[in-house]
Each structure stands twice: as structure tokens, then as C-alpha cells.
């Protein structure tokens, strides 16, 4: 499949995101001629075990992260970060896991906006809110190049464009940029071949690096 990155909003300090960023990067992605292809939806919830003994809290995970994606949204990915373990399963799990009670939802988050097309790139740009929220947390925007599904192999042009992205970007004099952190995908058992596995552990990277920059910026002020 298609290689993606898939890169967070970073405020410069003292500042926070909001629907006017949101909506200059929208229309910077128009004015480099990306055509409007719809909406796009994603969703990630932070699950904590409900496990009382401590034995069993020890043989399960404790939290881990899970993603359902606008491509296949009949799948759910199940991210555990701490044992470095990404699983693909049928959404019904998630049905499964409320029936159980053995996890419990602490935060859900969607990942939601419009869709560019721009030759063999396909850029999605969104905003990340609260479930059942309109309160703006993130900007998130994903970069894909259709021709290419090697990893390694795309390094080169996926940073030529993100650099032209940026570049564009720059000409607007936001209080912030996008950023791009690779996550190691060999300590998950990723091998070079992307898929959507790939995805969901830089949907889990990212949104981790959203809520400790959001957390760093509320202690500064505190």
C-alpha cells in the first residue's frame, strides 16, 4: 500500500492551536493546487485495564492504544507500547472488550477533516478533538505518495515534498509547524513493506507527543 506520514502541529511556545490555524493550513493545501476530495475520519482511544488483582494486572497490559482508520474501518489496531506489540483485529473486538469489562476507555479522540489530492500525493488534513467534543486538541495531516510502498525507499521524496510543504506553509507566519518523528517500526516487528499496521503506530506516536506537549505547556503556566 501506499507510504504515509503522518505528522502533529507543533504551537510555538506560549501558544496553542486553533480553528484559524486549522483553516490556514487547509487553504495552503488549495493553494498548491490540491483538488478537495471529501472528508475523512479516524478515531483513537486510550484503554486502561480494569484488572483489580495484581497478579493479573502483571500478565496483561497495563494501557495500550487503539485505532480505527478511515481506510478500513471494519479493522481496529490495537497499539501496546510498552511491550512494542501492534495487532490487527476485526472491529468487533471492541464490542467484545465493553462485554468484558476488562479495559476501560480514558480518553477518545477523533481525527477528523478534508482530503487533497495533488498528483501522486494525497494530503489529509485534520483537527483532533475530543469524542462527543468540539474542543480543538491537535492538528494532524497526513501525507501519502501513491506510487511508493517501500519505507526506506521513500525517504527522499517524501521529504523533498514536505519540505516544499513547509516552505508554503511558511509564507503564512504561523505561531508553529508540523512535525514529523519517525517511530523505530522494527521494535514493533514492522518490516520495510508499509501498511496500515505502520499507520496506526504513528497515529500512537503522535498523539502521545500531542498530549505531553500539551502537558509541558499547561505546567509552564501553572
Known amino acids: 500500500m ?3 506520514w503522518i505528522l502533529h502541529w507543533q504551537p510555538n511556545p506560549g501558544t496553542t492551536v486553533n480553528s484559524q490555524i486549522l483553516s490556514e493550513v487547509s487553504q495552503c493545501a488549495e ?3 490540491g483538488v478537495k476530495e471529501g472528508r475523512w475520519k479516524s478515531t483513537l482511544s486510550f484503554y486502561k485495564a480494569m484488572a483489580r488483582e495484581q497478579t493479573i494486572a502483571n500478565d496483561f497490559p497495563r494501557d495500550f492504544v487503539g485505532i ?3 481506510e478500513q474501518p471494519n479493522k481496529y489496531f490495537l497499539v501496546i507500547r510498552g511491550q512494542r506489540l501492534v495487532v490487527e483485529a476485526e472491529s468487533s473486538i471492541q464490542m467484545i472488550m465493553e462485554k468484558l469489562q476488562s479495559y476501560k476507555t480514558r480518553v477518545a479522540l477523533n481525527f477528523e477533516g478534508n482530503q487533497y489530492q495533488l498528483g501522486d500525493f494525497q494530503l489529509r488534513v485534520g483537527k483532533v478533538v475530543p469524542m462527543h467534543s468540539e474542543s480543538l486538541r491537535g492538528i494532524v495531516m497526513e501525507m501519502e505518495y501513491l506510487p511508493i510502498s517501500s519505507w526506506e525507499k521513500s525517504h527522499q521524496i517524501m521529504g523533498e515534498f514536505f519540505d516544499l510543504w513547509q516552505e508554503s ?8 509547524h508540523f512535525v514529523h518523528i519517525e517511530p523505530n517500526f522494527a521494535e514493533y516487528g514492522l518490516a520495510d513493506q508499509y501498511s496500515l499496521q505502520h499507520t496506526a503506530v504513528q497515529y500512537a506516536s503522535i498523539t502521545a507527543q500531542m498530549i505531553a506537549t500539551s502537558q509541558s505547556v499547561q505546567a509552564t503556566r501553572n
Open 31 to 33: 493553494s498548491i493546487n
Open 169 to 176: 506553509l511558511s509564507k503564512r507566519s504561523l505561531p508553529g
Open 2 to 4: 501506499p507510504i504515509k
Open 68 to 70: 480505527s482508520l478511515a
